[in-house]
């Protein structure tokens, strides 16, 4: 089974800065079968990214994702307050494992 | 508008048994292959369980194998969960998700959840 570690577990930024959060497999992702979902408290997840790098539907493209492999990266290019929230990657290749989430919040 | 609405959830002792339904709208429910994932309070995501768009191929988190059954009624647009012998660990807000069109578990729409708390 895939393992997905993401770091850092606390991102601690302002508005209007940029947001890096990482996402790192145990063994490679297959086809770069790698989705980003963004949890707002109280709520439910919202797909994001998918295919490491495509952007979800109605999805704002200050959110990019990059990477392939083992190695993923999600991009905030300029926070705004509606993003402060927590991320999580999963890859969707075969048992749709998560990682355990990064909190991006308000510094 | 797509809906997805869970219900059923609620307190149960250990070795208990919950139902949980999720009951959609806004799309052709028969045509979508569905989930459940869950969240433990203050944790991350897991997902639990998986069901094709004609209820033919099911598959289950080891976590949970032998003791959840996902099914599905197409003709009430309904995804279901029934959870047998629950533990503490199972205690946690289920979501059911639908599956995007190509790939099974990537999960392009969630309900809003339903808490199980499994307590005695």
């Known amino acids: 089974e895939i393992v997905l570690t993401q770091s850092p577990g606390t991102l601690s930024l302002s508005p209007g800065e940029r947001a890096t959060l990482s996402c790192r497999a145990s063994?490679?992702?297959?086809?770069?079968?790698l989705a980003w979902y963004q949890q707002k408290p109280g709520q439910a997840p919202r797909l994001l990214i998918y295919?490491?790098?495509s952007r979800a539907t109605g999805i704002p493209d200050r959110f990019s994702g990059s990477g392939s492999g083992t190695d993923f990266t999600l991009t905030i290019s300029r926070l705004e307050p509606e993003d402060f929230a927590v991320y999580y990657c999963?890859?969707?290749?075969?048992?749709?494992?998560f990682g355990q989430g990064t909190k991006v919040e308000i510094k | 508008e797509m809906q997805l609405v869970e219900s059923g959830g609620g307190l149960v002792q250990p070795g208990g048994s919950l139902r949980l339904s999720c009951a959609t709208s806004?799309?052709?429910?028969?045509?979508?292959?569905m989930n459940w994932v869950r969240q433990a309070p203050g944790k991350g995501l897991e997902w639990v369980s998986y069901i094709s768009s004609s209820g033919d191929t099911i598959h289950y988190a080891d976590s949970v194998k032998g003791r959840f059954i996902i099914s599905r009624d197409n003709a009430k647009n309904s995804l279901y969960l029934q959870m047998n012998s629950l533990r503490a660990e199972d205690t946690a807000v289920y979501y059911c998700?639908?599956?995007?069109?190509?790939?099974?578990?990537?999960?392009?729409?969630w309900g809003q959840g339903t808490l199980v708390t499994v307590s005695s």
């Open positions: 806004g799309f052709t429910f028969s045509n979508y292959e």
């Open positions: 998700a639908r599956a995007d069109d190509f790939w099974s578990r990537l999960l392009d729409y």
């Open positions: 295919g490491a790098s």
């Open positions: 999963q890859q969707y290749g075969s048992t749709g494992t």
């Open positions: 063994q490679s992702v297959s086809s770069n079968y």
